[in-house]
């Protein structure tokens, strides 16, 4: 594991309510990992 712990159902639910809060008002069409550095290796 990348960041050295395996996730959560937090880790996906915080993604989540950052996309459905007003602080993303502005994001469109865009894609948001969670995965815990996977992809980044």
């Given at each position: 594991?990348?960041?050295?712990?395996?996730?959560?159902?937090?880790d996906?639910?915080?993604?989540v309510?950052?996309l459905a809060?007003?602080?993303?008002?502005?994001?469109?069409g865009?894609e948001?990992?969670i995965?815990?550095?996977?992809?980044?290796?």
């Open positions: 594991h990348p960041i050295g712990h395996v996730g959560e159902p937090d996906i639910a915080y993604g309510l950052y809060s007003d602080e993303a008002k502005f994001v469109t865009a948001l990992v995965d815990g550095g996977y992809t980044a290796q």
